[in-house]
């Protein structure tokens, strides 16, 4: 059969060498910007027109989006066969997985798997029972304990471990905590109920104490990609390396420069380390970069050189570019706001668009000076890191009620959903879930039928089969009982109506309930139509983001605010080497996200509160981070501008060898 795809012409040859070398372990380290998703989506068009059989392919994500894109593209440069290529993301594959074969870990298959809120709620039920809401008040609450348990999963390593290296001040605390872990896990199977941590955890488990199911599935997927390797937790890794049990057909891609996410438990040992796990590995560079200016690529391989421990790679692209990036002092947090403010207006009438600018930061309330002066000026933005669509009241209501009627023993469900209606508080809403939990027809005792709306709802349970009717008609019986209740319970549920349909058009879309469930749970839409940022509209806007929002997006145009000591690196890291490093990534990837222009902004005066308490600092100012100290990249590698100090010279006197720190 001839081949359809010219892959020497469409792809450089690193990229060329990824895509076609197929067989045995492949390392792919895609520097920032040199093209990962198109090896990924070029390899697996190759192999399906090699004859391998779609299904046998398994391309494993982050995001669900990123697949559903990869085999679009796929398609478009082969054929609809790629459409059919296993991919998803790691929590969506194991609970395919687990819903196949959770017998064999003694679960049913119909388990509901708890988002964050629904788990923090669990976590808090056990609290609440073991006493331990009226225990001394340094015990921790329940988003702390929920985040201690799952860094321990995550980071396979003991409760104890987190809490002596995190949470100091909990150490009294660990045996209990410890059997606070247990209990949450004894209390979810109970409930058949799953976090996000258990769809790793038991698909792990099984596949490691199952060799018959291991082989069938190792030999079902020949050939495994996975991306963005280097945010993989320990429990990912080992799933993947279970799955090439009878073949080593296996290409990760991913930026050792880029592993910015060991606060999810990402390991960034995973991505080093992999060419030992699998001997013979094939290691290929992408190192020509399509996004950036090179002198832009000449700052972010300076600042990356520098890093203890990494693959060696140095970025280049045809783009050669005439701008330095540019470092900016200002006299201080607002001086800061304002340069933008003006640099922006400029960009505008040069004809760069507000949406091909951002902002960056290494944490959101290091904008929130800057966001008062956009408002001010009416530049529209819209600021990223903020609460999710599945996240807001209302959704998680209307989501209640659907848990509850897939799962009648969902706890956290019936409480929500009970606790909306009026006369209902905590109390009575556990007394009669404990009397539900001896009923198997939603009967209750009279006292509490008679309670403000207790009858009508479990009347609508009653009428409902989610085995016979779709996600869409059920959700639109429970918005008919649901609605009257937005409008007693929330004042502004004009505002929340827009999502609540969205919500129903989502549902419409499914044939199964526990499909509808699990997409909700996994990975929901991402943005509320709730508080959504007035001016963002069509005109544009400008972006503000974390750096961790950041990652994998790019615009003409990027401020980097805040780059001083304390805020990046962050003072939270400081005392870690591990961390420093980390920082040190976090900076790569925020310098990275720029096209044209990079702007590094560095505000002389700090006046927090942790500023004052801190004697490391110089006096009043602050100083410039270490990642522009090193290699003396205001040297050689920006264009340093100090005329923002010019207005305050009757104030303060600026001197670069006096406030420059010592490494410089």
Same mark, same amino acid.
């Not at 609290?127 to 015990?139: C, E, I, P, Y």
């Not at 290296?165 to 660990?174: F, G, R, T």
């Given at each position: 059969m001839m081949q359809k795809i010219d892959y020497q012409n469409e792809l450089n040859e690193q990229?060329?060498?990824?895509?076609?070398?197929?067989?045995?372990?492949?390392?792919?380290?895609?520097?920032?910007? &040199?093209?990962?998703?198109?090896?990924?989506?070029?390899?697996?068009?190759?192999?399906?027109?090699?004859?391998?059989?779609?299904?046998?392919?398994?391309l494993l994500t982050f995001t669900r989006r990123a697949s559903r894109e990869m085999l679009n593209r796929a398609s478009q440069v082969l054929d609809s066969r790629c459409q059919?290529?296993?991919?998803?993301?790691?929590?969506?594959?194991?609970? &395919?997985?687990?819903?196949?074969?959770?017998?064999?870990?003694?679960?049913?298959?119909?388990?509901?798997?708890?988002?964050?809120?629904?788990?923090?709620?669990?976590?808090?039920?056990?609290?609440?029972?073991?006493?331990?809401?009226?225990?001394?008040?340094?015990?921790?609450?329940?988003?702390?304990?929920?985040?201690?348990?799952?860094?321990?999963?995550?980071?396979?390593?003991?409760?104890?471990?987190?809490?002596?290296? !995190?949470?100091?001040?909990?150490?009294?605390?660990?045996?209990?905590i410890r059997h606070f872990k247990q209990e949450y896990q004894e209390y979810k199977k109970r409930q058949s109920l799953m976090d996000y941590d258990d769809l790793l955890i038991y698909t792990s488990e099984l596949l490691i104490k199952n060799k018959a199911l291991r082989q069938q599935m190792s030999q079902h997927y020949k050939y495994i990609m996975v991306d963005e390797y280097q945010d993989t937790n320990l429990m990912q890794a080992d799933i993947t390396r279970q799955l090439t049990d009878t073949h080593k057909n296996i290409m990760v891609v991913g930026d050792d420069s880029q592993s910015i996410y060991s606060f999810r438990g990402a390991h960034f040992r995973n991505i080093i380390n992999f060419p030992k796990q699998y001997p013979g590995t094939r290691v290929i560079m992408l190192e020509e970069n399509y996004r950036s200016s090179q002198p832009i690529l000449n700052l972010t391989n300076e600042v990356i050189q520098s890093a203890e421990e990494k693959? !060696?790679?140095?970025?280049?692209?045809?783009?050669?570019?005439?701008?330095?990036?540019?470092?900016?002092?200002?006299?201080?947090?607002?001086?800061?706001?304002?340069?933008?403010?003006?640099?922006?207006?400029?960009?505008?009438?040069?004809?760069?668009?507000?949406? !091909?600018?951002?902002?960056?930061?290494?944490?959101?309330?290091?904008?929130?000076?800057?966001?008062?002066?956009?408002?001010?000026?009416?530049?529209?933005?819209?600021?990223?890191?903020?609460?999710?669509?599945?996240?807001?009241?209302?959704?998680?209501?209307?989501?209640?009620?659907?848990?509850?009627?897939?799962?009648?023993?969902?706890?956290?469900?019936?409480?929500?959903?009970?606790?909306?209606?009026?006369?209902?508080?905590?109390?009575?809403?556990?007394?009669?879930?404990?009397?539900?939990?001896?009923?198997?027809?939603?009967?209750?005792?009279?006292?509490?039928?008679?309670?403000?709306?207790?009858? &009508?709802?479990?009347?609508?349970?009653?009428?409902?089969?989610?085995?016979?009717?779709?996600?869409?008609?059920?959700?639109?019986?429970?918005?008919?009982?649901?609605?009257?209740?937005?409008?007693?319970?929330?004042?502004?549920?004009?505002?929340?109506?827009?999502?609540?349909?969205?919500?129903?058009?989502?549902?419409?879309?499914?044939?199964?309930?526990?499909?509808?469930?699990?997409?909700?749970?996994?990975?929901?839409?991402?943005?509320?139509?709730?508080?959504?940022?007035?001016?963002?509209?069509?005109?544009?806007?400008v972006n503000l983001s974390t750096i961790h929002s950041a990652k994998g997006l790019e615009w003409n145009t990027v401020f980097l605010i805040f780059v001083a000591e304390g805020y990046l690196p962050s003072y939270q890291s400081m005392d870690s080497r591990e961390g420093i490093e980390e920082e040190r990534r976090l900076f790569y990837v925020a310098t990275t996200r720029a096209k044209e222009n990079l702007v590094l902004l560095r505000p002389q005066i700090d006046k927090s509160a942790r500023a004052r308490q801190d004697n490391n600092r110089s006096g009043q100012y602050t100083r410039v981070s270490r990642f522009l100290g090193e290699g003396r990249i205001l040297d050689g590698f920006v264009e340093v501008e100090r005329n923002h100090w010019q207005d305050y010279t009757d104030q303060f006197t600026y001197s670069r060898n006096s406030n420059w720190p010592d490494y410089i």
């Open positions: 990229q060329y060498q990824a895509v076609v070398s197929t067989a045995g372990p492949h390392l792919v380290i895609a520097g920032a910007g &040199s093209g990962k998703t198109r090896v990924l989506v070029y390899r697996t068009a190759c192999l399906v027109e090699q004859g391998v059989r779609p299904e046998q392919i398994l059919q290529v296993s991919g998803g993301t790691f929590h969506s594959f194991a609970n &395919s997985v687990l819903r196949r074969n959770a017998r064999h870990i003694g679960m049913s298959p119909n388990f509901t798997i708890l988002d964050q809120s629904d788990a923090e709620s669990a976590i808090n039920n056990i609290r609440t029972r073991m006493g331990l809401n009226k225990a001394d008040k340094r015990f921790p609450k329940k988003k702390m304990l929920l985040s201690i348990i799952s860094k321990s999963i995550n980071k396979s390593v003991d409760v104890d471990d987190i809490i002596f290296d !995190e949470h100091p001040s909990y150490l009294e605390w660990v045996d209990l693959y !060696e790679k140095n970025l280049f692209t045809r783009n050669k570019g005439e701008k330095l990036p540019v470092y900016v002092d200002t006299v201080n947090e607002n001086a800061q706001s304002k340069y933008i403010i003006q640099k922006i207006k400029e960009l505008q009438d040069q004809g760069v668009p507000l949406n !091909e600018v951002a902002v960056l930061f290494r944490s959101g309330w290091h904008s929130n000076d800057l966001e008062v002066e956009l408002a001010s000026h009416a530049i529209p933005f819209v600021k990223y890191g903020g609460q999710k669509f599945a996240e807001a009241a209302h959704i998680k209501d209307a989501i209640s009620f659907m848990q509850v009627i897939f799962n009648p023993h969902h706890e956290v469900g019936w409480q929500r959903v009970l606790k909306l209606l009026e006369g209902i508080g905590s109390r009575t809403a556990d007394q009669i879930i404990a009397e539900l939990k001896q009923s198997s027809s939603y009967k209750v005792s009279d006292k509490y039928m008679k309670k403000g709306q207790v009858k &009508s709802l479990l009347d609508l349970f009653k009428r409902i089969e989610p085995e016979k009717q779709s996600p869409g008609d059920i959700m639109e019986q429970v918005m008919e009982f649901y609605l009257p209740l937005v409008m007693r319970v929330y004042d502004d549920y004009d505002k929340r109506m827009n999502d609540l349909d969205s919500l129903a058009g989502i549902a419409a879309r499914y044939d199964s309930l526990v499909s509808f469930l699990t997409d909700m749970a996994i990975e929901p839409p991402e943005k509320s139509l709730v508080d959504k940022k007035a001016g963002a509209g069509e005109e544009g806007h």
